[in-house]
């Protein structure tokens, strides 16, 4: 099948079958994942090997367009409403996750640790899929807003991928390489500061440039979308000598355009949320794409039983970073349940080991992709059901409305900023 009859399948059955998931208050990721699996190679084989050849980097593109949009609508001034908390929820849980891989992956999945380190690094990520979309919600209509949960956890999720993106790089470096290398204790923190400082610094000039040059907002998105991937290379090129990280560089970028300028940062946020509705497809559609299902039938029952005993660890690691906030305990409850859904990393990561060629690489991807079918559904089940009842609303007469707007443009321009 050529490049285009098979992406045209891949859209309208994700299309569809989201939809379908939507309509019975799933979330749609799912179907598209289902949707993978059913055309993927072990099943259908109705994805053209050009399409899968390219996966990983459309995977890439989809965590680099949520990313961004996180930042676009992060708020530091909110955030230091909750600085220890915010600060810890952006590396204890996940830390205390991977510990958990670790350990259960040694005793019951019968892995190596390094292997079972590097199973824990894919799996402790929360998914910006499912978590920024419902914080944003919570933000319009100001429910937590008082005590700035929703960025305390938009923020604190977006850094705990980030922690473990660079942590599963450099675990899988060491495996591949065959020795343990004591430089990963300072290269996350380096790559992480150097990250912020890049993103910050050529935010601060896209906010100069556009504020002195008009241009539509379409323009402003290719603008953005080309320093991100700019920021990819840089990794890639500067990697083995200086740690540097690309997903906080993206995310530290959207947050200096939301610091300098709000307005803009509001206007390219709702056209980073159209391009997510394409990105979406291609990444949970990819990674279904992967999954051996006979493989995945003989030993989800031991894998199931790791992730559920893991996904309670991580909720107390939650727990120690907001003992002793402000936060109350029905705040606290519900900072716990919203740290639980997986998707996005998984889908982004899941598949990497295998291609690694790791002899752990098909359990990895097994349970990355188990992770996102239990825990996105149970996760977005969890934020729906339980935010009213557990966060306050805001105080003021009215809910927050959405950031200013500018009147509508002529056609064929975008307002001036």
Same mark, same amino acid.
């Given at each position: 099948m050529d490049f285009l009859t098979s992406l045209a399948i891949i859209c309208l059955s994700a299309l569809l079958l989201g939809s379908i998931c939507s309509k019975i208050k799933l979330p749609p990721l799912l179907g598209m994942?289902?949707?993978?699996i059913?055309?993927?190679?072990?099943?259908?084989?109705l994805i053209a090997p050009s399409i899968l050849n390219i996966s990983a980097d459309l995977r890439k593109l989809a965590l680099i367009i949520i990313l961004t949009r996180a930042g676009l609508n992060l708020n530091l001034k909110d955030l230091k409403k909750n600085g220890r908390s915010a600060v810890l929820l952006c590396f204890l849980p996940a830390s205390a996750e991977i510990l958990a891989y670790t350990? !259960?992956? /040694?005793?019951?999945l019968?892995? %190596?640790?390094?292997?079972?380190?590097?199973?824990?690094?894919?799996?402790?990520?929360?998914?910006?899929?499912?978590?920024?979309?419902?914080?944003?919600r919570l933000k319009e209509t100001g429910y937590g807003t008082d005590k700035g949960i929703p960025d305390m956890i938009m923020t604190g999720a977006s850094a705990d991928d980030v922690f473990v993106i660079v942590?599963?790089?450099?675990?899988?470096?060491?495996?591949?390489g065959g020795t343990f290398s004591w430089n990963i204790v300072w290269q996350v923190p380096v790559s992480i500061l150097l990250g912020i400082a890049a993103g910050c610094l050529v935010g601060f000039l896209f906010v100069w440039f556009v504020k002195k040059i008009h241009m539509r907002d379409s323009v402003k998105v290719i603008?953005?979308?080309?320093?991100? !991937?700019? /920021?990819?290379?840089?990794?890639? %090129?500067?990697?083995d000598y200086v740690p540097f990280s690309d997903l906080i560089a993206v995310i530290s970028f959207g947050a200096m355009i939301f610091a300098r300028h709000e307005i803009c940062a509001a206007r390219l946020s709702q056209k980073f949320s159209k391009l997510w509705v394409f990105a979406e497809i291609l990444l949970f559609v990819l990674v279904g794409a992967e999954v051996d299902l006979r493989y995945a039938a003989q030993s989800s029952g031991p894998i199931v039983c790791v992730i559920f005993l893991a996904l309670i660890v991580r909720m107390f690691g939650v727990y120690l970073c907001v003992i002793g906030s402000r936060l109350n305990a029905k705040e606290r409850l519900f900072c716990m349940l919203a740290y639980s859904p997986k998707a996005t990393v998984q889908a982004a990561i899941g598949a990497l080991p295998l291609a690694m060629g790791l002899s752990s690489g098909q359990i990895i991807l097994t349970a990355a992709v188990l992770a996102i079918l239990i825990t996105a559904p149970l996760g977005a089940f969890a934020i729906d059901l339980s935010y009213k009842k557990l966060l306050a609303r805001r105080t003021d007469d009215a809910p927050p409305s959405p950031p200013p707007q500018l009147p509508p443009p002529a056609e064929g321009t975008d307002p001036p900023l």
């Open positions: 994942l289902i949707v993978g059913i055309m993927g190679p072990y099943l259908l084989d350990l !259960f992956g /040694f005793l019951f019968k892995l %190596a640790v390094p292997d079972a380190a590097i199973l824990g690094c894919v799996m402790a990520a929360v998914s910006p899929a499912v978590v920024v979309p419902r914080m944003l942590l599963f790089t450099s675990l899988t470096a060491m495996a591949t603008l953005i979308l080309s320093i991100a !991937f700019l /920021f990819v290379a840089l990794e890639k %090129a500067i990697g």
